[in-house]
């Protein structure tokens, strides 16, 4: 069964910048998990378990109005993630 699965999101179909991309945003979506962990707790990690687009957007801005500083970790880690799928876009087209 494993090897089923692993054989949907393998690299030959992907290539490997996307399959790169897919598992680094699954990183990044565990990270907001356990950022909304530390500072709310379990309901809003639940929460943005299942919302993963709207947990980064609210916990961006939620850590921005606490600290006052726009920049910082999780805001630069999703900028450069977006950066990152709008040039393998672009080199795919080519």
Known sequence: MLRSILGLVSMPRLGTSRFILLWAGLAIHLLTVYTALRLEGWLDAGLSLFFPFAAQ?????DIWQR???FWHSLTSIC???AAAWFIAGCLERR
């Open 57 to 61: 957007v609210y916990w961006i801005v």
């Open 67 to 69: 600290t006052g500083n």
């Open 79 to 81: 900028l450069v993630y």
